[in-house]
């Protein structure tokens, strides 16, 4: 099964973004969202910005992941 995973844009060079995903920053092709701007939230799948989403779902699929995955408990977050 693949996910799609909320990130954040932090930094944009011509078609390539850099992306913050829970701390930690990658590289992702912004070919399918060339009008992404910084600090916009994305769905990144497989290395490509896929989708725009707002603040609100984003950090909500994140909590949802952390609870899937055991960590901690999500309750503080909210």
Do not use: W
Not at 15 to 40: F, H, K, N, W, Y
């Amino acid at each position: 099964m693949c996910l799609a995973v909320p990130a954040r844009i932090v930094e944009i060079d011509k078609q390539m973004a850099t992306v913050e995903i829970g701390g930690s920053r990658r590289e992702a092709s912004l070919v399918l969202l060339p009008d992404a701007s910084m600090g916009d939230y994305v769905l990144l799948h497989a290395g490509f910005a896929i989708s725009r989403i707002d603040e609100a779902e984003a950090l909500e699929t994140l909590r949802l992941f952390r609870a899937m995955l055991g960590e901690g408990n999500v309750a503080e977050d909210d």
